[in-house]
C-alpha cells in the first residue's frame, strides 16, 4: 500500500473532526480507531453542551453522526488499534496488529481516560447517575445531593461547579489532607454547599439494580465503619490518563505525560500533530477536541503543501 497522506489515531470528537476535514480537502485520510471506539463520549447519556443541538443528543449517536459523516466525505476508517508506532523516520510508520501502514503526516488524537475507581457498580451506572465530568453532567443535577471522589484540583473545581445546581456537594476523599492547591481548598472550604468526608473511601454506589443512584456507602479509613448516605449522583474526580504509551521517547510529553504542542497542533516532530484530550489537561471538552482535530487537519494540510518533493510519491 502506498503511502498514505495522513493517518488518524484516535475516533473520539478530535480524531473525526480532524477526518472530516482532511477528507474534504481530498487528502483521503486512514483512520484508526481504537480500543475505545468513539471515545469518552460514548460512555454518557444526553450531551446538552453541543452547540447546535438545542434538544441535546445521546453521546453515542454524536459521534456514530461524525463518524458517518467522516466517512461520506472519503475518510478510511479501520476498526483496529495501533500498537506502534515510528516517527523518527519518513514517511513515518504506524503498525497494528496485523498491519503496517506508512504516512506523510500522522494526527494523534489518542486522548485520555478519566481514572476510575474501579467498582462494578461504577461501570454500570455510568452516565446514568455516575460521572467523570461536572461541566458535561452537572446541570442534570439540580437541587439534587450528590458526591465528588477526590483529593486534588479537579475535585475541587468540580466540586464548586456542581454547587451552582447541586443543594450538596459531598467531597469524599481518602486520605485526611488534600492534594489540592492551598487556594484552591480555601475557595472549596468557604463554600457552605460542600460537606466534607475526608479519610474516608467510597465502597459501592447503590443502586444498580434500579439502573440509577440512589445512595452510596461509605467506609472510615481509619474505624472501618461502613455508612449508606443517600445521593443522586457521584461524580470520580480522581484525575485522567493521557493516552500517551505509544509516544514515549519520541514526542515531548509534559510531567502528567500529555503531548505538548505549540503553534496550534504542532509537535516537535514535523508532520506529527496532536488534538484533542490527548494535548489538552485544562478544558476537556467535546466542543474544544473537535476544534483542535479541526486544527491539526489545517496544520496538517498546510505541512503536506509545503512537504519536500521526493515524500510525495
Ligand atoms: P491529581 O492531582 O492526581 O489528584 C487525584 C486525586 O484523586 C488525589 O487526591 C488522589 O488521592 C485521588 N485518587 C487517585 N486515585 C484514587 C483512588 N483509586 N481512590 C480514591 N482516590 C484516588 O489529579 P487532578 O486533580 O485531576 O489534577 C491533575 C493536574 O491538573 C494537577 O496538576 C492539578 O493541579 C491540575 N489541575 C489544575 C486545576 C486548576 O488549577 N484549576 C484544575 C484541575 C486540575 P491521594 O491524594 O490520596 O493520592
Not at 508506532?85 to 478519566?114: N, R
Request: proline content about 4%; some cysteine; aromatic content about 6%.
Amino acid at each position: 500500500m502506498s503511502t498514505r497522506n495522513v493517518i488518524i489515531i484516535g475516533s473520539g470528537p478530535a480524531g473525526l473532526t480532524a477526518a472530516l476535514y482532511t477528507a474534504r480537502a481530498n487528502l483521503q485520510p486512514l483512520l484508526i480507531e481504537g480500543l475505545e471506539a468513539g471515545g469518552q463520549l460514548m460512555m454518557t447519556t444526553l450531551v446538552e453542551n453541543w452547540p447546535g443541538r438545542k434538544d441535546g443528543v445521546m453521546g453515542p449517536d454524536l459521534m456514530m453522526e461524525m463518524r458517518e459523516q467522516a466517512l461520506k466525505f472519503g475518510a478510511e476508517i479501520v476498526q483496529n488499534y495501533v500498537t506502534s508506532v515510528d516517527l523518527c523516520t519518513t514517511p513515518f510508520v504506524v503498525k497494528t496488529a496485523d498491519h503496517e501502514y506508512t504516512a506523510k503526516t500522522v494526527i494523534i488524537a489518542t486522548g485520555a481516560s478519566a481514572r476510575l475507581l474501579g467498582l462494578p457498580s461504577e461501570r454500570t451506572l455510568m452516565g446514568h447517575g455516575v460521572s467523570t465530568c461536572a461541566t458535561c453532567d452537572g446541570f442534570f443535577f439540580r437541587g439534587h445531593e450528590i458526591a465528588v471522589v477526590g483529593g486534588g484540583d479537579s475535585a475541587m473545581e468540580e466540586a464548586m461547579y456542581l454547587t451552582r445546581f447541586a443543594s450538596k456537594v459531598t467531597l469524599v476523599h481518602r486520605r485526611e489532607t488534600l492534594r489540592a492547591s492551598k487556594i484552591m481548598q480555601d475557595k472549596a472550604r468557604a463554600n457552605p454547599k460542600i460537606v466534607w468526608r475526608l479519610n474516608t473511601e467510597l465502597d459501592e454506589i447503590i443502586d444498580h439494580g434500579k439502573g440509577e443512584v440512589t445512595a452510596m456507602k461509605l467506609r472510615d479509613a481509619k474505624t472501618g465503619v461502613v455508612e449508606e448516605v443517600p445521593v443522586s449522583g457521584v461524580f470520580v474526580a480522581i484525575g485522567h490518563t493521557p493516552n500517551t504509551s505509544l509516544f514515549k521517547g519520541q514526542l515531548e510529553l509534559d510531567a502528567n505525560g500529555y503531548i505538548i504542542t505549540h503553534d496550534g497542533s504542532k509537535t516537535r516532530v514535523p508532520g506529527v500533530f496532536a488534538c484533542g484530550d490527548v494535548q489538552d489537561h485544562i478544558y476537556r471538552q467535546a466542543i474544544t477536541a473537535a476544534g483542535s482535530g479541526c486544527m491539526a487537519a489545517l496544520d496538517a494540510e498546510h505541512y503536506l503543501d509545503g512537504i519536500p518533493e521526493h515524500l510525495q510519491s
